[in-house]
């Protein structure tokens, strides 16, 4: 054996960054969820209620609603929604090798907004009514899922799924979803139109705790499983055949990709509507900070994407309170200029 | 000891590789030769588990088939001939790829200690994507050598399979990563290569196999393979072979009929 | 952008109202809907208003209130900030996510009805003003507006009616027009007209051979101010419209859309003004 020669010295180890951005990303979250209890538009105090909680009264009427019944279940679903897709987008990424992965990429979003738009035009000729307002979210959700396994089977033969024909398929399907949308939103009414617009843009508003203990569970699941998948990714970094050669079950961590990314892609657009480029921005933000190890990027991605959310959703309710600009618009317009400009600052040291 | 018998690749309905058996020993470098589009490299894939094949490959007495790709990834690690990389990696980001889970305790160490055997101890830090051809092929030499550091374990001897190692080399460092593989061998592991320079090969192999037209048809020492007669055959033009006078080492001369 | 200065200004004030619990008349309103909030000033009762949503713009005064957002995407928190008491809305306000939470906060939430007929504007008056716990007042509007319409569609016989074809867009050259079932084909019928199309409902692109098939004697059109509405020679050189009577004599109307869609306490103006504009 050769001697463990080390000169370690000047070596710079980018986990313990990564690690360090633990930390530093939790304590970002913190401030995140106190800041959507805190603020909002009406008056009530987080802090007059702990207060008062603190000395035995009970919460006025107004602020079990608010505190409780709005901006608690927003706050829930703004970190399971967030985290889910930031690291979907991760997963994604890793899964297909390419930062401009995300889920929209394979079909899972076109179809979770075929479903949207089906519950919210043919919804009320469905004799589905014991649905109720869970009928958008279920439709969704069925629709994410449907499309996911359809693309996974159709990429998969002899027990072997092709990234490359899983990538052209979504495109195919995604290409479907959008003229089978398009036929709905062609039999829409004009308040039907409207809805399925602001679907589209994305909202924590209709955020309720029956909607989180339903959703909730699956993303949670979905989060837990991806959290599993660093050194597979990390492997398929170096190509499929040179993953297997170092140990990773490389079919596996394919399907785990991809069923975790459908449940929780699927539940996340599902209450939340069409959120986009957190599922690009965090990612692509964290390879930069601490580099592309999935084992970190992951539950950073999930830490730093719950968080952006949470911000995001407290300035949409604050900035033409009493009104509220859907979220998407609030992601798309701070995050693309903040990203444009990472990338010209990183253009040519860092390849993408 | 790696053991295949009766391997059969078919791609569509062509047959590329037509029931290949041989038993490597280990402690040796054994080389797969042959021209251009023989199957040789289709025999390692088969190895290597890349492709699909008819027949069996054994490892140390276990058929690779049964076996969970962490378990086979324990006894043989693969150079491919030409890697890629998504992502950002840095280059002892890359080598550590290769440590395994039995790795234990030392896993940042042997890392290291890999990527000074390639003699890219400085390169730690550099972006992969930033280096030549030739470094990122020896970045890859120290991921696959992080991942068997030592030749034998509990008696159990651990295989290097490589697809032209040296094909991107400059003379200099082919020398080098033939060293390091007969290192290996020396110290117990075995070595299966897939080799295009002839002379090359000569100066390191324990044992050669032929390949031509989808079958081995010769396997044994560097003599006794590669004769006159059998690689014009193979490879469809004149060829002459020598011996360096002085210690009787096979060589052969480019160009025909040379003197 | 609001300071948290701001927020316990808006809380103390909360605090002050919801104090008063239920009083015999709800003074702190918010109104949702066009037509909800003209008939509320209508009936005077604009001193009332504490915000509404962003259909709301008439009459000029309403543009004062605060805006809690569009009708059919409320935010329950932005909706309680305003410390409504009372809650007045158009059919079709929602989510249904928001108007749950919004009943479990005990604010009362008044839906009027919204048909686009002589009789779905009284109606929906007398909803409001039963909310508003003015009814007498509200009696007197509806007669007043009924009394409007029954002016403005007098004397129309049914030989020579006009056909109308309501263009809501020709955005690309693409022509987006009114089937049945719709605010614009009631107040065409209304003002004695016919609606040029009925092979469909709601408002859909129609293709240039349908429109010349349709053969509308004049094109209806919102008057949205500026460029936003296509010039009349824009409209008149597309040659779907070119080859339709209203293209041949150049004929198009062009109203304010709240006054002419709203259904509400305007309508009888509105009918005046499309009668009169067809027939006058």
Redesign the interface.
């Known amino acids: 054996m050769v001697a463990l020669s080390t000169d370690s010295s000047a070596l710079r180890d980018r986990r313990q960054t990564a690690r360090a951005a633990h930390i530093w990303l939790i304590g970002l979250l913190l401030i995140s969820s106190v800041a959507s209890l805190a603020i909002g538009a009406s008056g009530t105090s987080l802090w007059a209620a702990l207060d008062k909680l603190a000395q035995g009264q009970e919460l006025d009427l107004m602020e079990r609603v608010v505190l409780w019944d709005i901006r608690l279940p927003r706050l829930v679903t703004g970190i399971v929604v967030g985290a889910s897709l930031a690291v979907s987008g991760a997963v994604m990424q890793g899964l297909f090798r390419n930062p401009l992965a995300d889920p929209g990429i394979v079909g899972v979003t076109s179809g979770a907004t075929l479903g949207a738009i089906i519950a919210i035009v043919l919804g009320p000729l469905l004799p589905l009514a014991f649905l109720g307002t869970a009928m958008l979210p279920v439709f969704a959700f069925v629709g994410a899922w449907v499309s996911m396994v359809l693309l996974y089977r159709v990429a998969t033969r002899a027990g072997r799924t092709s990234v490359a024909t899983m990538l052209l398929a979504g495109i195919a399907l995604a290409a479907l979803g959008g003229a089978l949308s398009g036929l709905m939103i062609y039999s829409a009414d004009d308040d039907q139109l409207r809805d399925v617009t602001f679907w589209g843009l994305g909202s924590l508003a209709g955020a309720t705790w029956a909607k989180v203990l339903i959703a909730g569970p699956i993303i949670l699941g979905a989060l837990l499983v991806s959290m599993t998948l660093g050194r597979g990714l990390n492997g398929l970094a170096l190509g499929e055949a040179a993953a297997n050669h170092i140990g990773i079950a490389v079919q596996r961590t394919k399907t785990i990709a991809i069923l975790s990314v459908a449940a929780g892609v699927g539940a996340a657009v599902a209450i939340s509507g069409g959120i986009g480029f957190i599922g690009i921005v965090v990612p692509h933000l964290l390879r930069l900070a601490t580099g592309p190890d999935h084992r970190m990027l992951i539950v950073n991605s999930a830490l730093l994407g719950a968080s952006l959310l949470l911000l995001a959703d407290v300035i949409s309710r604050v900035v033409i309170a009493p009104a509220e600009l859907p979220i998407g618009i609030v992601t798309a317009i701070l995050g693309a200029p903040v990203f444009i400009w990472i990338l010209i600052r990183s253009r040519g040291v860092v390849d993408l | 000891m790696l053991a295949f018998e009766d391997i059969s690749v078919r791609y569509g309905r062509k047959t590329v590789l037509k029931a290949a058996s041989a038993t490597l020993q280990s402690g040796q470098v054994i080389a797969i030769v042959g021209p251009n589009g023989s199957g040789k490299t289709t025999l390692l894939r088969a190895i ?3 492709t699909r094949y008819d027949g069996t490959v054994a490892l140390n007495g276990q058929d690779l088939s049964v076996l ?7 006894e043989r ?2 150079l ?1 001939q030409i ?8 280059v ?3 080598v550590r ?2 440590a ?2 039995s790795t234990t305790g ?1 896993q ?3 890392a ?2 890999a990527l ?2 390639v003699g890219l ?1 400085g390169y ?2 550099r ?1 992969y ?1 930033e280096l030549s051809g030739g470094e990122q092929q020896r970045v890859q030499l120290a ?1 696959v050598l992080c ?1 068997v ?2 030749p034998v374990v509990n008696g159990r001897p651990r295989w290097l399979l490589m697809d032209e190692p040296v094909s991107s080399l400059d003379i200099g460092h082919q020398l080098e990563v033939m060293q390091i593989a007969r ?1 290996f061998a020396d ?1 117990g592991g075995g070595v299966l290569a897939v080799m295009h320079d002839l002379n090359l090969t000569a100066g390191i192999a324990d044992r050669v196999l032929l390949v031509h037209a989808g079958q081995i048809i010769a396997d044994g020492t560097v003599d006794s393979v590669l004769t006159d007669d059998r690689l014009s055959n193979a490879y469809g033009c004149p060829i002459r072979t020598r011996s360096v006078p002085a210690n009787g080492r096979w060589f052969l001369l480019p160009g025909t009929n040379a003197a | 952008m609001i300071t948290r200065r701001d927020f316990g200004l808006i809380g103390l004030a909360f605090a002050a109202q919801s104090g008063l619990g239920h009083a015999a008349q709800y003074n702190r309103i918010l109104s949702i809907g066009g037509s909800v909030t003209e008939i509320i000033y209508a009936l005077d009762q604009g001193h009332r208003l504490i915000a509404r949503d962003t259909t709301s713009t008439y009459p000029p005064q309403a543009l004062d209130l605060p805006d809690v957002g569009y009708a059919r995407a409320l935010a329950a928190e932005g909706v309680l900030s305003v410390g409504p008491e009372l809650i007045i809305a158009e059919e079709g306000a929602g989510p249904p996510e928001t108007i749950d939470l919004l009943e479990q906060s005990n604010i009362p939430f008044i839906t009027a009805p919204d048909t686009y007929s002589r009789q779905g504007v009284l109606d929906k008056i007398r909803v409001v003003g039963d909310a508003l716990q003015v009814p007498e007042k509200a009696s007197t509007l509806a007669r007043k507006v009924d009394g409007e319409i029954a002016a403005a569609t007098h004397g129309i016989t049914n030989g020579d009616q006009k056909r109308v074809l309501f263009i809501i867009s020709t955005q690309g050259g693409r022509i987006t027009a009114s089937g049945i079932d719709t605010a614009a084909d009631g107040m065409i019928s209304l003002a004695g007209g016919i609606n040029a199309i009925s092979s469909f409902t709601g408002y859909k692109q129609v293709s240039d051979e349908a429109i010349t098939a349709a053969a509308p004697d004049t094109i209806l059109m919102m008057d949205r101010g500026g460029d936003h509405g296509a010039p009349d020679n824009v409209l008149f050189n597309m040659p779907a419209i070119a080859t339709t009577p209203a293209g041949q004599n150049r004929s198009v109307i062009r109203m304010n859309g709240l006054l002419l869609l709203g259904f509400g306490p305007r309508t009888g103006q509105a009918v005046k003004q499309l009668n009169t504009a067809l027939y006058g």
């Not at chain 2, 890697?83 to 840095?90: D, E, G, H, K, W």
């Open positions: 290597s588990g890349d969970k790709p962490w378990q086979i990834a324990e690690a693969v491919p890697s890629t990389l998504a992502f950002p990696f840095q002892i980001e890359i790829l290769g395994q889970a030392h940042d160490v042997i290291q200690a000074a055997r101890s730690a830090n972006f994507q991921r991942q550091w030592q290192d110290q």
